[in-house]
């Protein structure tokens, strides 16, 4: 597998073209939800809908989060963009001996409390418009093995116009520990969130 190497100069500008980029693109940015940081590490558990997924979690981080980003691409992509790795990118192979590897790899990285590890269990982009998310394996054994006081962020973006000419980011979040989430089905309360944050969209008028 392929590791993340954080580069100093590139890291950095990563983290200022996610404001640049956000800024410009955006209309505003809407931020529902508290983060109550218990000093330990982050997963975060997103929707994965567009090219945007990973600036916009990026942004939160450093919003609320303030931890080293970390972040899982499949391993064809991040060969591709292989700057992504100096940003915190490391490399997952499906259907590979490997994968188990990306798993602990993952574990490792959630033992140190100034990381936040960023996962999209869905493993493919979906339309927005799915309010259901389809897990593919890794997730459930990740929270089994880390530390219980270990915070685990359910986030869902979603994007809304309504009357404005830039489109609107909308960045739902819902904070737990891994030890509350580890005799439970995580896909099943992850879109009952989903579901719950979907309709609360639709309401929106302006």
Not at 9 to 33: A, E, H, P
Not at 174 to 193: G, H, P, S, T, V
Request: glycine fraction near 4%; aromatic fraction near 16%; include cysteine.
């Amino acid at each position: 597998m392929i590791k993340a190497k954080h580069h100093k100069v590139i890291y950095f500008m990563f983290q200022w073209l996610t404001r640049f980029f956000i800024k410009r693109n955006f209309n505003s940015v809407c931020i529902d939800g508290e983060f109550a940081d218990n000093g330990k590490s982050v997963l975060v558990i997103a929707n994965h809908v567009s090219w945007w997924d990973g600036f916009w979690v990026e942004y939160l981080n450093q919003k609320c989060i303030h931890r080293k980003f970390y972040f899982m691409m499949l391993e064809g992509q991040l060969r591709k963009h292989w700057y992504f790795k100096y940003t915190g990118g490391y490399s997952v192979k499906k259907e590979s001996r490997t994968i188990i590897e990306s798993i602990n790899y993952s574990i490792v990285l959630l033992q140190q409390p100034e990381n936040l590890v960023l996962m999209f269990p869905q493993g493919q982009i979906h339309s927005m418009y799915n309010n259901t998310a389809n897990f593919e394996k890794g997730v459930e054994l990740i929270i089994s093995n880390i530390y219980p006081e270990t915070q685990i962020l359910f986030v869902v973006n979603l994007v809304d116009y309504l009357s404005d000419r830039k489109p609107n980011l909308y960045v739902y979040i819902r904070q737990f520990l891994a030890k509350d989430l580890q005799q439970i089905n995580i896909e099943r309360e992850y879109n009952n969130f989903y579901r719950q944050i979907f309709n609360t969209q639709k309401s929106k008028i302006s």
